[in-house]
C-alpha cells in the first residue's frame, strides 16, 4: 500500500504526514531527533494492512517547517493533538522511537482520555542531561555535509539499514545530499531535556504502555528500572543485538511485538 501526503497546519507551522491508510485503529508513528517519517515505511507498510497509520514529519524535520520559533516540548505535543485532530484519528496508540518517544510519552500524560496506548522504543522520561545539546550539536557538526551521494551518507551514518534509514532523510540541492533540518533547531529541541527530569509526567499516564529497548544503553538501566517501579503495569521487551535505531535495523521483530501489543488492546 503507498502513502498519501496530507498536511497539517497548526499556529502557522507546515506539519507534513505520510498517511498509509488502512482500517481500524489508528497509529501515530514519530521519529526522533533529526530524524524523518520515512524512517518508518517499512514498518508502516506491514501495518497498514491492519490500521490507520499516519506517520509524522515533526516540527523541524523532514517536509515539514524547517525553522519555527517554538521548538518546546508542549509545541511538539501540540502537534500530535493537531494531527490526530485534524486528520479525525479517534482514541489512536502513539508510537514513538527516541525524542518522538519523549513526545508521545508527554502527549499521552497530557490527554489521558484521547490516547488508547502508547509504545515507546528506545525512549523513556530521561533525567537532566545537560550535555545532550552540546552532544548533539557536536555530532551533526561533524556530518561531512553535503555528502556527494545518498551512498557515501548511507555509509557514514552507519551503513546497513540504519544508515539507508538515516541518508533517505537527505534531499539534494546545492551540490550534493544535505540534511533537512536546521542544526541549530536540532539542538534547541533539547533544551528542556537538558534541565529537568519528566518522570512526573511519566507517572500521568494511565492508558496501556509498551516499552522495547534496544542494547543501545541508551536508556540506562536504573532509569528502566525506575520507570518500571513507577509504573508496574508496564509492558517490556528487549531485542538482543540492536542499537538506539532499532525500528530501522528489526522492523520485522518491531512489528511483531506491535502486533502483539496491539493484539491485547482488543
Known amino acids: 500500500m503507498a502513502w498519501s501526503e496530507h498536511v497539517v497546519v497548526r499556529d502557522g507551522v507546515r506539519l507534513a504526514c505520510r498517511d498509509w491508510g488502512g482500517p481500524g485503529q489508528p497509529l501515530v508513528l514519530l521519529h526522533g531527533l533529526a530524524g524523518h517519517a520515512g524512517e518508518w515505511d517499512v514498518l508502516a507498510g506491514r501495518l497498514s494492512s491492519r490500521y490507520r497509520v499516519v506517520a509524522v514529519d515533526q516540527r523541524g524535520h523532514g517536509a515539514s517547517q524547517h525553522r ?110 544535505w540534511p533537512r533540518f536546521d542544526r541549530d533547531v536540532m539542538v534547541r529541541s533539547l533544551a528542556e531535556n537538558a534541565r529537568r527530569s519528566f518522570r512526573h509526567e511519566w507517572g500521568q499516564v494511565a492508558c496501556p504502555t509498551l516499552v522495547v529497548l534496544a542494547q543501545s544503553g541508551f536508556i540506562p538501566a536504573r532509569e528502566a528500572d525506575e520507570m518500571f517501579r513507577q509504573r508496574p503495569a508496564t509492558m517490556a521487551m528487549s531485542i538482543p543485538g540492536t542499537g538506539h535505531d532499532l525500528h530501522l535495523e528489526e522492523p520485522e521483530i518491531l512489528h511483531t511485538a506491535l502486533a502483539d501489543f496491539l493484539e491485547s488492546l482488543a
Open 68 to 177: 519555527p520559533r517554538d521548538v518546546s516540548r508542549a509545541a511538539y505535543v501540540a502537534d500530535v493533538i493537531a494531527v490526530v485532530d485534524q486528520l479525525a484519528l479517534r482514541h489512536p496508540v502513539l508510537v514513538g522511537q527516541s525524542l518522538g518517544g519523549h513526545t508521545a510519552m508527554l502527549t499521552a500524560a497530557a490527554q489521558p482520555g484521547r490516547v488508547r496506548a502508547l509504545v515507546l522504543v528506545e525512549a523513556g522520561p530521561g533525567g537532566a542531561n545537560p550535555d545532550g545539546p552540546v552532544d548533539i550539536g557536536d555530532w551533526l557538526d561533524s556530518w561531512p555535509t553535503p555528502f556527494p551521494s545518498r551512498e557515501a551518507a548511507a555509509a557514514f551514518l552507519g551503513g546497513g539499514p540504519v544508515g539507508a534509514g538515516w541518508a533517505a532523510g537527505l534531499e539534494e540541492r546545492a551540490g550534493g545530499w
